[in-house]
T-cell receptor, first 116, second 112 residues
């Protein structure tokens, strides 16, 4: 079974600084997707960034970027120029790439605090 | 507006009662999912459905039941057999296999 591990239950960062959230996963599949979701205090799940395993280039979305290391099964999220609105729970998620609608598998999350 | 609607936002029930959580989407998505969120546990899959009239158990299906009679609706019933039903429940849907999932705003269920 696939598993996703987020080893940092809590992190904090100073406003305008950079922070990296860690995620590792375990799978025997070669084709899959990886995601980072943000859950602010409203508890609405918001997609931050996604990475296809077949792509060597790391995904980037504005201030958010990932470091995808397929051999190491590592998928970290870097947030640059942190803002107060970045404070939230962040979940790493995995899904096998196939023809069906297989569910996402989530890690336990990292709570990020942003200090003004 | 298109989206996923979960209702109610907050729900209180007495122990031993069954309760049904609503999830409706007008996005024409094929697949729908139910997750349970507990502090420190992340999101755990309860049930999912890839097509009308079909659904599969997730990792923690015991004490729950679902139906998928219409494409846009995927209600979750929390039965009296669920030993610890107090939690935050999230519904999600996805249009095609190779896209991300979209989430509703959740239902906080408290059993007293």
């Amino acid at each position: 079974a696939q598993t996703v591990t987020q080893s940092q239950p809590e992190m904090s960062v100073q406003e305008a600084e950079t922070v990296t959230l860690s995620c590792t996963y375990d799978t025997s599949e070669s084709d899959y997707y990886l995601f980072w979701y943000k859950q602010p205090p409203s508890r609405q799940m918001i997609l931050v960034i996604r990475q296809e395993a077949y792509k060597q280039q790391n995904a980037t979305e504005n201030r958010f970027s990932v470091n995808f290391q397929k051999a190491a099964k590592s998928f970290s999220l870097k947030i640059s120029d942190s803002q107060l609105g970045d404070a939230a729970m962040y979940f790493c998620a995995y899904r096998i790439q196939n023809s069906g609608n297989t569910p996402l598998v989530f890690g336990k999350g990292t709570r990020l605090s942003v200090i003004a | 507006d298109g989206g996923i609607t979960q209702s109610p936002k907050y729900l209180f029930r007495k122990e031993g009662q069954n309760v049904t959580l609503s999830c409706e989407q007008n996005l024409n998505h094929d697949a729908m999912y139910w997750y349970r969120q507990d502090p420190g546990q992340g999101l755990r899959l309860i049930y999912y459905s890839q097509i009308v009239n079909d659904f599969q158990k997730g990792d923690i299906a015991e004490g729950y039941s679902v139906s998928r009679e219409k494409k846009e609706s995927f209600p979750l019933t929390v039965t009296s057999a669920q030993k610890n039903p107090t939690a935050f429940y999230l519904c999600a849907s996805r249009p095609t296999p190779n896209t991300e999932a979209f989430f509703g705003q959740g239902t906080r269920l408290t059993v007293v």
